[in-house]
């Protein structure tokens, strides 16, 4: 096999920017089927975006024996039933984030990639961009000190109130939805899992949250910040501060820096501006997730990582009063 033959669950406005534009500059991909629950609208995707076969289910495209991978980039609360049905089918697995609903839920698709040896790799496509190793890169040289601080922050409006990041029942709220990058680079910056010292949540309906504010400490010391919001008078924010005692990085948008970012590094000798250079991050993804299944390269974001940031979400919910997410997943 010199090439993933991808089919994608859903048509879903995120396909395009995230898996067909890059498809067609990254050789080891190849997009070949849709599914969507409305089979008018998935022709129409399959039509505007040039893939070749289109499927009535759900079902049926992740039985179809000509393809290799799935994307999957359903609700958050459909997550885990369908990549455990992916790879139960034989299939790989492009999961979009947040993992699961849960960690429990994590947990069993974890164990499905484990018994089937199949590549299940969840889509925290900032990782895979040259900032995110910039980061660690300066982190590791000393050249802020001591690690003592990681604060990360992911905000925007969403005023559609029927939108289905909203909706419970399919795991929905700023934590899950824009705060889960949030956790992901605190942890990442860390290097160390988190426990959370307190957590304040201000809730659109019951049980779901529009802002989530959470306090961290880490077992090496370092204590992290992190704030998500889809509704309230933080318009927008996209920040992460990485502090040392002696100097500190100061980012501008690290989920999506090929698009405009800005990363400030402030040390006793003076402050700088960096440029990170490098193509979009879904590209970098893509790249590594063929990587993963065509030659068995390891992946940044494999099941045990996914596992461990589903633990942040669900304690910080825990914290700030809040039941975690429930999934489909028995």
């Given at each position: 096999m010199d090439r993933v033959r991808i089919g994608v669950l859903g048509a879903a406005r995120i396909v395009p920017g995230a898996l067909t534009k890059p498809a067609k500059t990254v050789d080891e991909a190849e997009v070949v089927a849709v599914a969507a629950r409305d089979p008018e609208r998935a022709r129409a995707f399959a039509t505007k975006h040039g893939i070749a076969r289109v499927h009535d289910s759900y079902d049926a495209l992740v039985a179809d024996p000509d393809i290799d991978a799935v994307y999957n980039p359903l609700p958050n609360g459909l997550h885990?039933?369908?990549?455990?049905?992916?790879?139960?089918?034989?299939?790989?697995?492009?999961?979009?984030?947040?993992?699961?609903?849960?960690?429990?839920?994590?947990?069993?698709v974890a164990a499905a990639a484990a018994r089937t040896g199949l590549v299940v790799m969840e889509a925290f496509h900032w990782r895979y961009h040259p900032l995110a190793a910039r980061v660690l890169d300066i982190v590791d040289s000393g050249e802020i000190g001591e690690l003592r601080r990681v604060e990360a922050a992911m905000a925007f409006p969403l005023f559609k109130s029927s939108?289905?990041?909203?909706?419970?029942?399919?795991?929905?709220?700023?934590?899950?939805?824009?705060?889960?990058?949030?956790?992901?680079?605190?942890?990442?910056?860390?290097?160390?899992?988190?426990?959370?010292?307190?957590?304040?949540?201000?809730?659109?309906?019951?049980?779901v949250d529009r802002v989530m504010d959470a306090e961290l400490r880490f077992a090496n010391g370092v204590t992290g910040h992190v704030f998500?919001?889809?509704?309230?008078?933080?318009?927008?924010?996209?920040?992460?501060?990485?502090?040392?005692?002696?100097?500190?990085?100061?980012?501008?948008?690290?989920?999506?820096?090929?698009?405009?970012?800005?990363?400030?590094?402030?040390?006793?000798?003076?402050?700088?501006?960096?440029?990170?250079?490098?193509?979009a991050t879904y590209w970098y993804q893509l790249k590594a997730f063929c990587a993963a299944v065509l030659r068995g390269e390891p992946t940044l974001t494999p099941p045990p990582e996914s596992i461990a940031n589903m633990r942040a979400i669900d304690a910080i919910y825990t914290a700030a009063g809040m039941a975690p997410r429930t999934g489909r997943l028995a």
């Amino acid at each position: 096999m010199d090439r993933v033959r991808i089919g994608v669950l859903g048509a879903a406005r995120i396909v395009p920017g995230a898996l067909t534009k890059p498809a067609k500059t990254v050789d080891e991909a190849e997009v070949v089927a849709v599914a969507a629950r409305d089979p008018e609208r998935a022709r129409a995707f399959a039509t505007k975006h040039g893939i070749a076969r289109v499927h009535d289910s759900y079902d049926a495209l992740v039985a179809d024996p000509d393809i290799d991978a799935v994307y999957n980039p359903l609700p958050n609360g459909l997550h885990g039933e369908w990549t455990v049905k992916a790879l139960d089918a034989g299939k790989h697995v492009l999961c979009e984030k947040p993992f699961t609903a849960n960690a429990a839920e994590a947990e069993v698709v974890a164990a499905a990639a484990a018994r089937t040896g199949l590549v299940v790799m969840e889509a925290f496509h900032w990782r895979y961009h040259p900032l995110a190793a910039r980061v660690l890169d300066i982190v590791d040289s000393g050249e802020i000190g001591e690690l003592r601080r990681v604060e990360a922050a992911m905000a925007f409006p969403l005023f559609k109130s029927s939108d289905i990041r909203w909706q419970l029942d399919l795991a929905g709220g700023a934590l899950m939805d824009a705060g889960c990058y949030a956790v992901h680079q605190v942890r990442t910056f860390a290097r160390s899992e988190p426990e959370v010292v307190g957590a304040k949540a201000k809730q659109k309906s019951p049980g779901v949250d529009r802002v989530m504010d959470a306090e961290l400490r880490f077992a090496n010391g370092v204590t992290g910040h992190v704030f998500a919001s889809m509704w309230s008078s933080t318009i927008l924010a996209l920040k992460a501060n990485v502090i040392g005692d002696t100097g500190r990085i100061d980012i501008f948008n690290a989920t999506q820096p090929s698009l405009f970012h800005r990363f400030k590094v402030t040390t006793p000798s003076g402050k700088r501006r960096e440029k990170i250079a490098g193509n979009a991050t879904y590209w970098y993804q893509l790249k590594a997730f063929c990587a993963a299944v065509l030659r068995g390269e390891p992946t940044l974001t494999p099941p045990p990582e996914s596992i461990a940031n589903m633990r942040a979400i669900d304690a910080i919910y825990t914290a700030a009063g809040m039941a975690p997410r429930t999934g489909r997943l028995a």
